[in-house]
């Protein structure tokens, strides 16, 4: 199920990062589930699966990329859904924009 829903606020156009900061203590093989970005309840417009691996230094669990169009948005939502069986910790999800959006790290 969804591990992390909303905030839905209000964005301006332009680009975006979302990041998701967490520990997993445990999981099946497999994907740890999805992260995703909706405008409204109606319009999903990115999502990547997450990926068990190599737990990072930074704690960096996914990261997400996506744009909001001219005009910008009234109802932002970024999402984190886990499947079944995995255990994890979410510390913080993070939002960066325009020139704030921090390099990949790998």
């Given at each position: 199920?969804?591990?992390q829903?909303?905030?839905g606020?209000?964005?301006q156009?332009?680009m975006?990062?979302a ?23 109606e ?6 699966a997450?990926?068990?691996?190599t737990?990072?230094?930074d ?15 009234q109802?932002?939502e970024y999402?984190f ?12 999800v ?13």
């Amino acid at each position: 199920g969804y591990l992390q829903f909303g905030p839905g606020i209000p964005a301006q156009a332009g680009m975006y990062r979302a990041r998701w900061v967490g520990s997993v203590e445990s999981a099946p093989e497999g994907p740890l589930g999805y992260v995703e970005v909706w405008f409204g309840d109606e319009t999903r417009v990115a999502r990547q699966a997450v990926i068990a691996g190599t737990p990072r230094a930074d704690h960096v669990l996914a990261t997400l990329d996506f744009t909001v169009p001219a005009g910008g948005v009234q109802n932002l939502e970024y999402r984190f859904f886990v499947n079944a069986g995995v255990r994890m910790s979410l510390e913080r999800v993070e939002l960066f924009s325009g020139t704030a959006i921090p390099p990949q790290t790998p």
